[in-house]
C-alpha cells in the first residue's frame, strides 16, 4: 500500500524501556542517522544509576529523549510527539511527556500481567481509555522478533535482545531514513559473531518492512535536512567532545596530556574515550581514589605535561587540598567536574548545576581559581580547549564545568580543523634575564615560569607553605603573605584581559528583562528567549563561558536591562556571585529536580515578568 | 648552581641549599639528611634529574635541604605525587620523604597502591614513632599502651607493622635501617637507589623532643648486638654481642639458638630473593620487653625484578602508535560518520 508523506519541521521521540532493553543504543543509532542525513539534532539520555535495575520496575525504566527537525534544534524537545515505550513501567514514566494526540509505540508484550502489577496499574491501560487522546501503534515485538529469528539457532535470550532494532527499523520507515549507517553499526558491533550480524540485521529490516506493509499508519513523516551553516559536520557527545578537545589543547601546546582519574559517574567516559588514543601520547592513570588523581596530576605537571583530571561533586570534594596546593604552587592543572544531582552520592545519574560554589570557594584560604562552563555537547570542546590556554598561559589550575545533561547528550558539530586551532604558548625561563632561576618571579600578567626536572640550573624547591614573593622560599613573613594573596587574586583576574567581551547571545540588547545563564541551560534558554523575542518581548539572553574571571563589559551589559533573571539547576548559585560582584536585585529561576528546564517554563518566567 | 670540585666531580655538598634547617637540635633527621646528600654524588644521575618529594611532617622539610628540584606538598600525598611525575617522567630519579603519620596514616592508601605499581623510586620512611610536628600524639607505629598528649591512658591502637605491610602490598625492595647508623644506612641507600623499582627504605629516626629513645634498644651500644639482627645477603642469622646466637627454622618457626649447640650451617640463611621467608622476617616484629622475642632484623629483607608501571605505560603508548599510527588530530575531530553542508 503507498503512503503519503507528510512533512514536519521538527519532531520529538522518546524511546523507554527496561535498562537493558538497548534503549540508549537505540537512541543513539537513530540520532546518528538522522544528523547524518542532515537534521539539526538534541539528545537526552535519562537512564538510572543501576546497570540492571529490577526488570518491569519503574525504576527500571531507561529513556532517551530527542529532538530533530529541519530548523534549528537547541532542546531535547519540551513535549513528545512519539513515545517508543517497550513496557508498562516505562510507558508510565513518559506518558505525562507526550503531547495531545501525540503517538504511542508500544510493545505489547510488555503489558502482561506481571508488567502491569510491576508498573503499578490495576487496569491494562492500553485497554482502559487511556489512550484516547493518543494515537496507539500496538506491537507484539518480541512476538515479531522471534518470528523472524526462528531459524536463527540463537537462544530466546539473544533473540529477545535484538528486539530493539525491530523497533529501530519501524521508526526509519516511519521517518523515511536510510539505514545503512547503523547496518554498517551492527557489522562493526558484532564482528566477532556473525550470527548475531545476521540476526540484527534481519530484525532490523523485518521492523522496517512490518511498517512498510502493515497498514498500521496511512503517511510516512519527513524531516528535511536543517539549514545549517555550511561546512562539515558530525554528531558528538559532550564528554566524548572534552575529551577531544583535552587532546587538541595537548597537541597545540606541545606538552603530552596526562589524564589522571576515578571511575564516577557521569565523568567516567571522558576516561574511556582518553584511553583509546593513546597513539597521541595520552597517558590515562587509573588512580587509587580521587585525591590520588588529582596528585598525580599535580606531579605530572611539575613533570611539564598538561595535567588533567575530572569527577563529579563527590570527588570533586575529596580533591580540595590537593586543588588549593596546585593554586599555592601555580602549577597549570585542568580540573573537570562533570556535575550531578548532590548533594553526597545525590542523583549520580541526573544533571545539576549545583556545584558552581563548590568551583569558587570549595578551597581553604583565598584561592582563587578561573572557572568555565560549557553551554552544550559540543560546546565542550571550545570550552576545554580554552581551559587548557589558561591553565598553560597563566600557570594556574582551571576548573571545567560539565553537567551529566552535556556530558551524555548530543549534537551536530561543525567540527575544527587542527589548524585553525591557536596555539598554546607556556611561559618559559629565559636564563638571560635571570641566571639564578627563581620560580616566583612573574611577568606583567604575573604568571611565573614554568621550569620542569630535567632543566639544567633550574632546580628549585616548591611547597604548600606560603612563599617568598620571587623568591619562593618558605615565607611566614605578614607583608609577604597578604602581598601573595593579592597576586594570586590579581593573577586571575588579569586573565580577563585575554578573554573576549561577553555579547549578548539572543534577542534584545537591552530592554526590559536580561535572561544571565551559564551551562547546560543554553539550549533553552535561547528557545524561550527568541520566542519571548519574536512575541514582541524586549528580552535578551546573555550566557557565560566564563564564570570567574567574568568577562570585563559584563557589568554594563546588566545595566542595559530592568531587571535580570538567572535560570540555573540549583537554588542560586551563580544568583549570589552576581548579586554580591554587581550589587543588583537580580532574581532567580530555580529547578532542582534532577532534569533539565523545559523551554516552557523558561518562557512563562519571562512572561510573567514583563505581563 | 653550585659548582663540583676540582675533577668535576659533584659532592655532598653540592646538593645542600642555602636553606637554614629546621629540625630540633639533635634530631635524627640531621644524620639522614647528611647521608642522602652523601650518596647523591655516587647514584649516576645528574643534579637536575633527581626530585625530592615529601608530604607533610618534620621529616617532609627535607626537599627544602636539597639543592636539586623538589616539591613539599600535603599530608599523605607525596606517593601519590610521585606516582604522577615518574609515570609522566620515567627520565627522573625520584625520592619521595615520608614519616609514618604521612605514609602509614593519612596517606596509607597511597602508599600500598604506589608500591604494587611498582614505579622505579626511592621511599626514604622516617619512622619516629610519634607526631612530631603536631607536638607528640601517638602515631600509627606508636606501641600499645604508648602515652602521649592524645593517649594519657595510653594507646588502645594496635600498631602497623610497615615492613609486613609494604611486602603485603608487594613491594620489589623493602628494607630497614636507622639513623644512628650511618654507615649502615648510606649502605641501605645506595643499594635502594640501585635497585630498579619502588625501593622501600624504614629508617627508625629518633625524635628526642617527644618520643626521645623509642629505638634506643636496637642503637645502644650496650643492647644493639643483642637486639638487632643485621641480614647480609648469601649468610647465616647471627647476632649477639660474642656473635653467639643464631636463627634457626625449626619446621616454620623461627627459634633463637645458641652457636655453642649448632653449626653457622644449620642456620637460616639469609636470601633476598626468598618472598615466604622475607615474609617470616619482617614478622621479627616482637616487643623488646618480651621474654624470648626476635631480635629486629635490619638491612635489606627482599628484592624482587618486577616490572615497573611507567614501563609498561610507556610500552603502551609504543603499542598503540605502531597499531594506529601517530595520533592525526584531523582525523579524530573528523570521526567516521561526517556530512556536509552545502551553502
Given at each position: 500500500?503507498?503512503?503519503?508523506?507528510?512533512?514536519?519541521?521538527?519532531?520529538?521521540?522518546?524511546?523507554?524501556?527496561?535498562?537493558?532493553?538497548?534503549?540508549?543504543?537505540?537512541?543513539?543509532?537513530?540520532?546518528?542517522t538522522?544528523?547524518?542525513?542532515?537534521n539539526?539534532?538534541?539528545?537526552?539520555?535519562?537512564?538510572?544509576?543501576?546497570?540492571?535495575?529490577?526488570?518491569?520496575?519503574?525504576?527500571?525504566?531507561?529513556?532517551f529523549?530527542?529532538?530533530?527537525?529541519?530548523?534549528?534544534?537547541?532542546?531535547?524537545?519540551?513535549?513528545?510527539?512519539?513515545?517508543?515505550?517497550?513496557?508498562a513501567?516505562?510507558?508510565?514514566?513518559?506518558?505525562?511527556?507526550?503531547?495531545?494526540?501525540?503517538?504511542?509505540?508500544?510493545?505489547?508484550?510488555?503489558?502482561?500481567?506481571?508488567?502491569?502489577?510491576?508498573?503499578?496499574?490495576?487496569?491494562?491501560?492500553?485497554?482502559?481509555?487511556?489512550?484516547?487522546?493518543?494515537?496507539?501503534?500496538?506491537i507484539?515485538?518480541?512476538?515479531?522478533?522471534?518470528?523472524?529469528?526462528?531459524?536463527?539457532?540463537?537462544?530466546?535470550?539473544?533473540?529477545?535482545?535484538?528486539r530493539?532494532?525491530?523497533?529501530l527499523?519501524?521508526?526509519?520507515?516511519?521517518?523515511?531514513?536510510?539505514?545503512?549507517?547503523?547496518?554498517?553499526?551492527?557489522?562493526?558491533?558484532?564482528?566477532?559473531?556473525?550470527?548475531?550480524?545476521?540476526?540484527?540485521?534481519?530484525?532490523?529490516?523485518?521492523?522496517?518492512?512490518?511498517?512498510?506493509?502493515?497498514?498500521?499508519?496511512?503517511?510516512r513523516?519527513?524531516?528535511?535536512?536543517?539549514?545549517?551553516?555550511?561546512?562539515?559536520?558530525?554528531?558528538?557527545?559532550?564528554?566524548?567532545?572534552?575529551?577531544?578537545?583535552?587532546?587538541?589543547?595537548?597537541?597545540?601546546a606541545?606538552?603530552?596530556?596526562?589524564?589522571?582519574?576515578?571511575?564516577?559517574?557521569?565523568?567516567?567516559?571522558?576516561?574511556?574515550?582518553?584511553?583509546?588514543?593513546?597513539?597521541?601520547?595520552?597517558?590515562?592513570?587509573?588512580?587509587?581514589?580521587?585525591?590520588?588523581?588529582?596528585?598525580?596530576?599535580?606531579?605530572?605537571?611539575?613533570?611539564?605535561?598538561?595535567?588533567?583530571?575530572?569527577?563529579?561533586?563527590?570527588?570533586?570534594?575529596?580533591?580540595?587540598?590537593?586543588?588549593?596546593?596546585?593554586?599555592?604552587?601555580?602549577?597549570?592543572?585542568?580540573?573537570?567536574?562533570?556535575?550531578?544531582?548532590?548533594?553526597?552520592?545525590?542523583l549520580?545519574?541526573?544533571?545539576?548545576?549545583?556545584?558552581?560554589?563548590?568551583?569558587?570557594?570549595?578551597?581553604?584560604?583565598?584561592?582563587?581559581?578561573?572557572?568555565?562552563?560549557?553551554?552544550?555537547?559540543?560546546?565542550?570542546?571550545?570550552?576545554?580547549?580554552?581551559?587548557c590556554?589558561?591553565?598553560?598561559?597563566?600557570?594556574?589550575?582551571?576548573?571545567?564545568?560539565?553537567?551529566?545533561?552535556?556530558?551524555?547528550?548530543?549534537?551536530?558539530?561543525?567540527?575544527?580543523?587542527?589548524?585553525?586551532?591557536?596555539?598554546?604558548?607556556?611561559?618559559d625561563?629565559?636564563?638571560?634575564?635571570?641566571?639564578?632561576?627563581?620560580?616566583?618571579?612573574?611577568?606583567?600578567?604575573?604568571?611565573?615560569?614554568?621550569?620542569?626536572?630535567?632543566t639544567?640550573?633550574?632546580?628549585?624547591?616548591?611547597?604548600?607553605?606560603?612563599?617568598?614573593?620571587?623568591?619562593?622560599?618558605?615565607?611566614?613573613?605578614?607583608?609577604?603573605?597578604?602581598?601573595?594573596?593579592?597576586?594570586?587574586?590579581?593573577?586571575?583576574?588579569?586573565?580577563?584581559?585575554?578573554?573576549?567581551?561577553?555579547?549578548?547571545?539572543?534577542?534584545?540588547?537591552?530592554?526590559?528583562?536580561?535572561?544571565?545563564?551559564?551551562?547546560?541551560?543554553?539550549?533553552?534558554?535561547?528557545?524561550?528567549?527568541?520566542?519571548?523575542?519574536?512575541?514582541?518581548?524586549q528580552?535578551?539572553?546573555?550566557?557565560?563561558?566564563?564564570?570567574?574571571?567574568?568577562?570585563?563589559?559584563?557589568?554594563?551589559?546588566?545595566?542595559?536591562?530592568?531587571?535580570?533573571?538567572?535560570?540555573?539547576?540549583?537554588?542560586?548559585?551563580?544568583?549570589?556571585?552576581?548579586?554580591?560582584?554587581?550589587?543588583i536585585?537580580?532574581?532567580?529561576?530555580?529547578?532542582?529536580?534532577?532534569?533539565?528546564?523545559?523551554?516552557?517554563?523558561?518562557?512563562?518566567?519571562?512572561?510573567?515578568?514583563?505581563? | 648552581?653550585?659548582?663540583?670540585?676540582?675533577?668535576?666531580?659533584?659532592?655532598?655538598?653540592?646538593?645542600?641549599?642555602?636553606?637554614?634547617?629546621?629540625?630540633?637540635?639533635?634530631?635524627?633527621?640531621?644524620?639522614?639528611?647528611?647521608?642522602?646528600?652523601?650518596?647523591?654524588?655516587?647514584?649516576?644521575?645528574?643534579?637536575e634529574?633527581?626530585?625530592?618529594?615529601?608530604?607533610?611532617?618534620?621529616?617532609?622539610?627535607?626537599?627544602?635541604?636539597?639543592?636539586?628540584?623538589?616539591?613539599?606538598?600535603?599530608?599523605?600525598?607525596?606517593?601519590?605525587?610521585?606516582?604522577?611525575?615518574?609515570?609522566?617522567?620515567?627520565?627522573?630519579?625520584?625520592?619521595?620523604?615520608?614519616?609514618?603519620?604521612?605514609?602509614?596514616?593519612?596517606?596509607?592508601?597511597?602508599?600500598?597502591?604506589?608500591?604494587?605499581?611498582?614505579?622505579?623510586?626511592?621511599?626514604?620512611?622516617?619512622?619516629?614513632?610519634?607526631?612530631?610536628?603536631?607536638?607528640?600524639?601517638?602515631?600509627?607505629?606508636?606501641p600499645e599502651?604508648?602515652?602521649?598528649?592524645?593517649?594519657?591512658?595510653?594507646?588502645?591502637?594496635?600498631?602497623?607493622?610497615?615492613?609486613?605491610?609494604?611486602?603485603?602490598?608487594?613491594?620489589?625492595?623493602?628494607?630497614?635501617?636507622?639513623?644512628?647508623?650511618?654507615?649502615?644506612?648510606?649502605?641501605?641507600?645506595?643499594?635502594?637507589?640501585?635497585?630498579?623499582?619502588?625501593?622501600?627504605?624504614?629508617i627508625?629516626?629518633?625524635?628526642?623532643?617527644f618520643?626521645?629513645?623509642?629505638?634506643?634498644?636496637?642503637?645502644?651500644?650496650?643492647?644493639?648486638?643483642?637486639e638487632?639482627?643485621m641480614?647480609?645477603?648469601?649468610?647465616?642469622?647471627?647476632?649477639?654481642?660474642?656473635?653467639?646466637?643464631?636463627?634457626?627454622?625449626?619446621?616454620?618457626?623461627?627459634?633463637?639458638?645458641?652457636?655453642?649447640?649448632?653449626?653457622?650451617?644449620?642456620?637460616?640463611?639469609?636470601?633476598?630473593?626468598?618472598?615466604?621467608?622475607?615474609?617470616?622476617?619482617?614478622?621479627?616484629?616482637?616487643?623488646?620487653?618480651?621474654?624470648?622475642?626476635?631480635?629486629?632484623?635490619?638491612?635489606?629483607?627482599?628484592?624482587?625484578?618486577?616490572?615497573?608501571?611507567?614501563?609498561?605505560?610507556?610500552?603502551?603508548?609504543?603499542?598503540?602508535?605502531?597499531?594506529?599510527?601517530?595520533?592525526?588530530?584531523?582525523?579524530?575531530?573528523?570521526?567516521?560518520?561526517?556530512?556536509?553542508?552545502?551553502?
Amino acid at each position: 500500500m503507498s503512503k503519503t508523506v507528510e512533512e514536519k519541521k521538527e519532531v520529538t521521540i522518546v524511546f523507554a524501556g527496561d535498562s537493558g532493553d538497548g534503549i540508549q543504543l537505540t537512541g543513539t543509532q537513530f540520532t546518528n542517522t538522522n544528523a547524518l542525513f542532515g537534521n539539526d539534532v538534541s539528545t537526552f539520555p535519562n537512564y538510572p544509576a543501576e546497570i540492571r535495575a529490577p526488570q518491569g520496575t519503574l525504576a527500571g525504566v531507561s529513556g532517551f529523549q530527542l529532538q530533530f527537525g529541519s530548523v534549528e534544534v537547541s532542546t531535547p524537545g519540551d513535549v513528545c510527539d512519539v513515545l517508543v515505550a517497550m513496557n508498562a513501567a516505562a510507558f508510565k514514566v513518559n506518558l505525562p511527556r507526550l503531547k495531545k494526540s501525540g503517538t504511542v509505540i508500544v510493545n505489547t508484550d510488555g503489558f502482561n500481567a506481571r508488567n502491569l502489577k510491576l508498573a503499578e496499574y490495576d487496569t491494562n491501560p492500553l485497554e482502559d481509555g487511556t489512550l484516547n487522546d493518543f494515537r496507539t501503534i500496538p506491537i507484539d515485538v518480541s512476538k515479531m522478533t522471534r518470528m523472524a529469528l526462528v531459524d536463527s539457532g540463537l537462544g530466546k535470550k539473544e533473540v529477545d535482545r535484538s528486539r530493539n532494532m525491530f523497533v529501530l527499523g519501524f521508526l526509519y520507515y516511519m521517518y523515511n531514513r536510510d539505514m545503512k549507517a547503523t547496518e554498517n553499526f551492527i557489522r562493526e558491533k558484532f564482528k566477532k559473531s556473525p550470527e548475531l550480524v545476521d540476526a540484527n540485521l534481519k530484525v532490523l529490516k523485518a521492523g522496517y518492512n512490518f511498517a512498510d506493509t502493515s497498514e498500521t499508519f496511512t503517511s510516512r513523516y519527513n524531516v528535511k535536512a536543517a539549514q545549517l551553516k555550511s561546512g562539515e559536520y558530525r554528531n558528538i557527545m559532550g564528554n566524548q567532545a572534552t575529551a577531544l578537545g583535552l587532546i587538541a589543547a595537548s597537541k597545540k601546546a606541545s606538552r603530552d596530556l596526562f589524564y589522571g582519574s576515578y571511575p564516577i559517574t557521569p565523568a567516567s567516559d571522558i576516561l574511556h574515550e582518553l584511553a583509546k588514543h593513546k597513539n597521541f601520547g595520552v597517558k590515562t592513570f587509573q588512580a587509587e581514589d580521587e585525591i590520588a588523581a588529582i596528585c598525580t596530576v599535580i606531579g605530572a605537571s611539575f613533570g611539564g605535561q598538561l595535567g588533567v583530571t575530572a569527577s563529579s561533586g563527590p570527588g570533586i570534594a575529596l580533591k580540595g587540598e590537593a586543588i588549593g596546593l596546585g593554586v599555592m604552587l601555580e602549577l597549570p592543572m585542568v580540573v573537570i567536574n562533570v556535575q550531578r544531582g548532590g548533594p553526597s552520592t545525590g542523583l549520580p545519574t541526573k544533571t545539576e548545576q549545583s556545584d558552581l560554589l563548590q568551583a569558587f570557594y570549595g578551597r581553604n584560604g583565598e584561592a582563587p581559581m578561573p572557572i568555565l562552563a560549557a553551554s552544550s555537547p559540543s560546546d565542550c570542546f571550545a570550552t576545554i580547549f580554552e581551559a587548557c590556554r589558561i591553565a598553560i598561559e597563566h600557570m594556574t589550575p582551571v576548573f571545567f564545568l560539565s553537567d551529566g545533561y552535556i556530558a551524555n547528550g548530543s549534537e551536530p558539530w561543525k567540527f575544527p580543523k587542527s589548524a585553525d586551532l591557536r596555539a598554546i604558548q607556556s611561559r618559559d625561563w629565559n636564563p638571560d634575564e635571570n641566571a639564578e632561576y627563581q620560580p616566583y618571579l612573574r611577568n606583567l600578567d604575573l604568571v611565573r615560569s614554568w621550569v620542569t626536572p630535567g632543566t639544567p640550573g633550574g632546580e628549585h624547591r616548591i611547597g604548600g607553605l606560603e612563599k617568598e614573593d620571587v623568591s619562593g622560599d618558605v615565607s611566614y613573613d605578614p607583608d609577604n603573605h597578604e602581598k601573595m594573596v593579592n597576586i594570586r587574586r590579581e593573577k586571575v583576574e588579569k586573565i580577563a584581559n585575554t578573554i573576549p567581551l561577553q555579547e549578548v547571545n539572543h534577542g534584545a540588547e537591552s530592554g526590559d528583562v536580561l535572561m544571565l545563564s551559564w551551562g547546560s541551560t543554553y539550549g533553552v534558554v535561547k528557545t524561550a528567549v527568541k520566542e519571548a523575542y519574536d512575541k514582541g518581548i524586549q528580552v535578551g539572553h546573555v550566557h557565560l563561558r566564563h564564570l570567574s574571571p567574568f568577562p570585563k563589559n559584563l557589568a554594563d551589559l546588566i545595566s542595559k536591562f530592568k531587571k535580570v533573571i538567572i535560570p540555573e539547576m540549583n537554588q542560586g548559585q551563580l544568583l549570589k556571585i552576581i548579586r554580591a560582584e554587581f550589587l543588583i536585585d537580580a532574581q532567580g529561576l530555580n529547578k532542582v529536580k534532577g532534569i533539565p528546564f523545559t523551554a516552557e517554563e523558561i518562557l512563562n518566567r519571562i512572561e510573567k515578568e514583563v505581563g | 648552581m653550585k659548582t663540583a670540585d676540582q675533577n668535576g666531580q659533584l659532592t655532598a655538598k653540592d646538593f645542600s641549599t642555602d636553606q637554614d634547617v629546621r629540625w630540633c637540635p639533635g634530631c635524627g633527621d640531621y644524620s639522614i639528611l647528611k647521608q642522602v646528600q652523601s650518596i647523591m654524588p655516587e647514584i649516576g644521575r645528574k643534579k637536575e634529574d633527581i626530585v625530592f618529594i615529601s608530604g607533610i611532617g618534620c621529616s617532609s622539610r627535607f626537599p627544602y635541604y636539597m639543592d636539586t628540584y623538589g616539591m613539599h606538598s600535603i599530608h599523605g600525598r607525596a606517593t601519590a605525587i610521585a606516582s604522577g611525575l615518574k609515570s609522566s617522567r620515567p627520565d627522573l630519579s625520584v625520592w619521595v620523604i615520608t614519616g609514618d603519620g604521612d605514609a602509614l596514616s593519612i596517606g596509607g592508601n597511597h602508599l600500598i597502591h604506589m608500591l604494587r605499581r611498582n614505579f622505579d623510586l626511592n621511599v626514604l620512611l622516617f619512622n619516629n614513632e610519634i607526631y612530631g610536628l603536631t607536638k607528640g600524639q601517638y602515631s600509627p607505629t606508636s606501641p600499645e599502651g604508648k602515652v602521649t598528649k592524645s593517649t594519657p591512658i595510653g594507646s588502645i591502637d594496635h600498631p602497623f607493622n610497615p615492613l609486613k605491610l609494604c611486602l603485603g602490598a608487594d613491594a620489589t625492595f623493602v628494607a630497614r635501617t636507622m639513623d644512628r647508623d650511618p654507615k649502615h644506612q648510606r649502605e641501605i641507600l645506595l643499594k635502594g637507589s640501585q635497585h630498579v623499582g619502588t625501593s622501600m627504605i624504614e629508617i627508625y629516626q629518633n625524635c628526642n623532643v617527644f618520643n626521645d629513645g623509642a629505638f634506643e634498644i636496637f642503637t645502644d651500644k650496650q643492647s644493639k648486638a643483642e637486639e638487632t639482627l643485621m641480614l647480609e645477603d648469601g649468610q647465616p642469622l647471627v647476632f649477639g654481642a660474642e656473635n653467639d646466637k643464631g636463627i634457626r627454622l625449626d619446621g616454620g618457626q623461627p627459634t633463637i639458638v645458641s652457636l655453642n649447640d649448632y653449626s653457622k650451617d644449620d642456620l637460616w640463611i639469609h636470601n633476598e630473593k626468598d618472598k615466604f621467608k622475607a615474609q617470616l622476617l619482617t614478622s621479627f616484629f616482637d616487643n623488646p620487653s618480651v621474654e624470648g622475642h626476635l631480635p629486629r632484623p635490619f638491612g635489606v629483607f627482599y628484592i624482587e625484578d618486577r616490572y615497573r608501571y611507567e614501563d609498561a605505560m610507556a610500552e603502551q603508548l609504543e603499542f598503540a602508535k605502531e597499531q594506529k599510527g601517530e595520533g592525526d588530530l584531523d582525523a579524530i575531530l573528523r570521526g567516521r560518520n561526517v556530512w556536509k553542508v552545502e551553502a
